[in-house]
């Protein structure tokens, strides 16, 4: 237990210490992709984040195993619903996603000197206690969507910290699918929880990460909630029968 305890400290340090030296590499050309209007600048945007999390998740032990890549179609924009377990969910989800997409994202992590602007550009930022900051950021979801990206949101709104398959979903992704015709595509993440674990601090075990991509849902002729059920049914079902 001790060994195993100390190992995992130490590769919570190379993690932190091998994210932060990669990052600096790939910030001049990410900030470059501002230049370019969209959808194109995002999509360099995402294609240098793909190569970076590659590089990263190997050197950190974690090799990532994509899977329904071709349920995405050409010309097609999706709202992507995924499972949240750990941290390390958002280098497995928007960068591995195919085409320019952003992710609904924390306001406050947009502070943080040289990388706010980084976490901006992936994302469309929120803060979930302003009534405000809510409405504008569900309008800026709509217009990512309308300029050809997709949107990737965390139903569940925070980690899962119990013991069941998925917590429950909220209205918000599910409404955007059904006002902007861009059907809800769920994806389903394995073994984030056993890298980062949502319990302990500063502990990391390396193991595959593995991110799977269903079959899109249709919104026409769905209401939010029968909308939300559809996609909680289909992505419970397939963790659990996938998760060993």
Not at 189 to 203: A, D, E, G, K
Not at 234 to 240: H, K, R, V
Request: with cysteine; charged share 20%.
């Amino acid at each position: 237990m001790f060994l195993r305890d100390l190992f995992a400290r130490i590769m919570a340090l190379w993690a932190l210490l091998s994210f932060a030296v990669s990052f600096l590499i790939i910030l001049i050309p990410s900030l470059l992709c501002g230049l370019i209007p969209n959808p194109t600048g995002q999509d360099w945007f995402i294609r240098i984040a793909r190569g970076w999390m590659r590089i990263w998740l190997l050197l950190v032990g974690c090799p990532p195993r994509i899977r329904g890549r071709e349920q995405f179609k050409k010309g097609q924009t999706y709202v992507v619903i995924c499972n949240h377990n750990s941290l390390m969910d958002p280098p497995m989800t928007s960068p591995f996603i195919p085409g320019p997409n952003k992710t609904i994202a924390k306001a406050g992590l947009a502070k943080v000197p040289i990388f706010g602007w980084y976490y901006k550009r992936g994302g469309v930022m929120v803060d979930r206690k302003n009534e405000l900051s809510r409405r504008r950021s569900y309008e800026e979801m709509k217009a990512v969507l309308n300029h050809g990206m997709h949107m990737c949101i965390y139903p569940e709104g925070t980690r899962n910290r119990t013991h069941e398959p998925l917590k429950s979903f909220y209205d918000g992704a599910f409404k955007l699918s059904i006002d902007t015709g861009s059907p809800i595509l769920p994806a389903v993440l394995f073994h984030t929880r056993n890298i980062l674990s949502p319990t302990r601090s500063f502990y990391f075990q390396p193991h595959s990460i593995e991110l799977h991509f269903l079959e899109p849902i249709d919104p026409v002729g769905e209401t939010v909630q029968t909308l939300k059920e559809k996609s909680f049914a289909i992505m419970s079902a397939y963790y659990t029968a996938h998760s060993a």
